[in-house]
T-cell receptor
Framework: NAGVMQNPRHLVRRRGQEARLRCSPM?????VYWYRQLPEEGLKFMVY????????ESGMPKERFSAEFPKEGPSILRIQQVVRGDSAAYFC???????????FGSGTRLTVV | EDQVTQSPEALRLQEGESSSLNCSYT??????LFWYRQDPGKGPEFLFT???AGEEKEKERLKATLTKKESFLHITAPKPEDSATYLC??????????????FGKGTKLSVKP
C-alpha cells in the first residue's frame, strides 16, 4: 500500500506564476489535510478536505490560495501569483477519519525566485 | 490562545544516554495529543496519540506520557538512528475542526555513537 504521494517534490516558480501541488491520499483515506512549514517554523495548518468538500479552511490565506479534493483524482493546492514569501515546504496528510494520527507525504518544496 | 511549546529546541545525547523531551500545551478542550518524528527532507512520521491524562504509550525505545498540561517523550538507551526532529501536536480546541492540528516547533535530537 503506497503512502501519501505528493508531486512534484521540488517546484521552482518565478514571482507572479501559478503553483499547483498535488496530493494522492493513501488508499481508503477520504480525509486530506494541507500544512505549510516555513524555515525555522513549525507546521501550520492550512486546510482540511473530504471528497468534494472543504471542511475547514481557517488556515488558508484569504487571497491567492485555493484547494480542492475532487471525487476522482488527487487533491490540489493551488497558489496563484506566487510571491517570495510563499517559499516553503507544503505537506499533505491523509487519514481514514479525523480522530486518528495522520499519514504525511514527503512534501513539495516550493521555491519562488 | 491555544499553543504548543516544545523543549529543549535541541538535544545532543551519547548513545545509551536516556533522556526526555517536553511538550507543554494550552488548549481549550484537548481532543488528542500527537507525537511525530521528522527526518530531514521528509514528512512527519506518526508515533503516538494520547487522549487523556495518565495515558502512556510505548514503541521500542520510546515512551509517551500525558498530564493535564504537558506530555513527555522518554527515550531509553537511544541509538544514532533515533536522531531526528520530534514534533508534538494537539487537536485544536473547541473553536477548530478535528482536522486542525497545532504543532510545536520540535526538538532536534542528535545521538552520537
Amino acid at each position: 500500500n503506497a503512502g501519501v504521494m505528493q508531486n512534484p517534490r521540488h517546484l521552482v516558480r518565478r514571482r507572479g506564476q501559478e503553483a499547483r501541488l498535488r496530493c494522492s491520499p493513501m488508499k481508503g483515506h477520504s480525509h486530506v489535510y494541507w500544512y505549510r512549514q516555513l524555515p525555522e517554523e513549525g507546521l501550520k495548518f492550512m486546510v482540511y478536505l473530504q471528497k468534494e468538500n472543504i471542511i475547514d479552511e481557517s488556515g488558508m490565506p484569504k487571497e491567492r490560495f485555493s484547494a480542492e479534493f475532487p471525487k476522482e483524482g488527487p487533491s490540489i493546492l493551488r497558489i496563484q501569483q506566487v510571491v517570495r514569501g510563499d517559499s516553503a515546504a507544503y505537506f499533505c496528510a491523509s487519514s481514514p477519519d479525523a480522530t486518528v494520527g495522520y499519514t504525511f507525504g514527503s512534501g513539495t518544496r516550493l521555491t519562488v525566485v | 490562545e491555544d499553543q504548543v511549546t516544545q523543549s529543549p529546541e535541541a538535544l545532543r545525547l551519547q548513545e545509551g544516554e536516556s533522556s526526555s523531551l517536553n511538550c507543554s500545551y494550552t488548549v481549550s478542550g484537548l481532543r488528542g495529543l500527537f507525537w511525530y518524528r521528522q527526518d530531514p527532507g521528509k514528512g512527519p512520521e506518526f508515533l503516538f496519540t494520547l487522549y487523556s491524562a495518565g495515558e502512556e504509550k510505548e514503541k521500542e525505545r520510546l515512551k509517551a506520557t500525558l498530564t493535564k498540561k504537558e506530555s513527555f517523550l522518554h527515550i531509553t538507551a537511544p541509538k544514532p538512528e533515533d536522531s531526528a526532529t520530534y514534533l508534538c501536536a494537539v487537536h485544536h480546541g473547541y473553536g477548530g475542526s478535528q482536522g486542525n492540528l497545532i504543532f510545536g516547533k520540535g526538538t532536534k535530537l542528535s545521538v552520537k555513537p
